[in-house]
Nanobody
Framework: QVQVAESGGGLEQTGGSLRLSCVASGSIFSTNVMGWYRQAPGKQRELVGHITSGGATNYADSVKGRFTISRDSAKNTVYLQMNSLKPEDTAVYYC???????????????WGQGTQVTVAS
């Protein structure tokens, strides 16, 4: 059994910063790619960015230069540092992790339940 849990969301002002954390736990043999997605009201879920096991990252154009993804693979944890926040960043932010479990050698994607980020204008 694998669980993915986000934390760190909340209310912030325009121009402020938030740091989201996501921890994968349970019967994990190894964690590969970990990523962040978001879904704003009335919109489809979109990729924010992700990070490979080797540390390579990519980002949506809307967050480049403002958001930074990092990870601590030993802790199965990924972070999203959000700077220069804008009202359009308001969304539910979801974390996922590509995991190989101790009981199944197949890679599988697990999702967290999401954390709300609200940026006041």
């Amino acid at each position: 059994q694998v669980q993915v849990a986000e934390s760190g969301g909340g209310l912030e002002q325009t121009g402020g910063s938030l740091r989201l954390s996501c921890v994968a736990s349970g019967s994990i043999f190894s964690t590969n790619v970990m990523g962040w997605y978001r879904q704003a009201p009335g919109k489809q879920r979109e990729l924010v960015g992700h990070i490979t096991s080797g540390g390579a990252t990519n980002y949506a154009d809307s967050v480049k230069g403002r958001f930074t993804i990092s990870r601590d693979s030993a802790k199965n944890t990924v972070y999203l540092q959000m700077n220069s926040l804008k009202p359009e960043d308001t969304a539910v932010y979801y974390c996922n992790a590509v995991v190989r479990t101790t009981y199944n050698s197949v890679l599988y994607v697990y999702w967290g339940q999401g954390t709300q980020v609200t940026v006041a204008s």
